[in-house]
């Protein structure tokens, strides 16, 4: 397959995903190796980007997926009513930081850093797909291990928990510790609300070429 196949076939494949898709599925679907898939990946992107496309090709740890330019935000929003997401509470940043920067944690963990029980909120951060559960931890009583979510880094704005902000060196049950990393986390937040809603976006436009291709038909 030709180079400007291999591109136009990863177009085609993350245009009508609709959500991330792993780098080893596109070198199996196209029989390519990872360098080459990488390579055209960040070419795509590079294009979009610089033709000042309205999508855009971003990477999310080993992931790629089409989204909306961040530019166009705002005319997104208003073209299909949506809202912009509840901003977190302060539980829910204290939570969602402590799993973010030490995952995988448990509940147990989470609790002995913030001193109060943290069940409800982790409850919430699971049904907003911002954390999900990773396993048990091998201990007594076997409790569940949290990890964030693609749908966090999306949310925040971010390719990778690499580029989560550094914190100073200290104790995570160190008061202070716990805000510095609340308030990154509010940072990160009030980062991600200027962007797109990235997760809906290829659907709806995977959804509008399904509908174009069936009108074709008829």
């Known amino acids: 397959m030709e180079l400007k196949e291999i591109e136009s076939a990863i177009e085609g494949i993350l245009f009508a995903a609709g959500e991330p898709v792993g780098v080893e599925r596109l070198c199996l679907a ?46 997104i929003r208003r073209a299909f009513e949506s809202r912009k997401p509840a901003r977190l509470s302060q539980p829910a940043l204290e939570v969602l930081a402590i799993i973010a920067y030490y995952q995988p944690a448990t509940r147990a963990y989470v609790d002995q850093v913030r001193g109060v029980d943290s069940a409800y909120t982790v409850g919430l951060l699971l049904e907003r797909e911002l954390i999900e559960e990773c396993g048990r931890l091998a201990v007594p009583g076997r409790p569940i291990q949290y990890r964030t979510t693609q749908n966090f880094l999306r949310s925040f704005g971010l390719s990778s928990l690499e580029e989560l902000p550094e914190l100073p060196n200290s104790s995570p049950e160190d008061g202070q510790f716990t805000m510095e990393m609340q308030a990154a986390m509010e940072r990160l937040q009030a980062q991600g609300e200027d962007k797109p809603p990235t997760d809906e976006a290829p659907a709806q436009a995977a959804e509008a070429l399904a509908r174009a291709e069936a009108a074709g038909e008829e």
């Open 30 to 75: 196209l029989e390519i190796d990872r360098s080459t898939a990488d390579a055209v990946c960040q070419r795509l992107a590079d294009y979009y980007s610089y033709e000042r496309r309205g999508l855009r090709l971003v990477r999310m740890d080993s992931s790629y997926q089409l989204c909306s330019a961040p530019e166009y935000a705002g005319t």
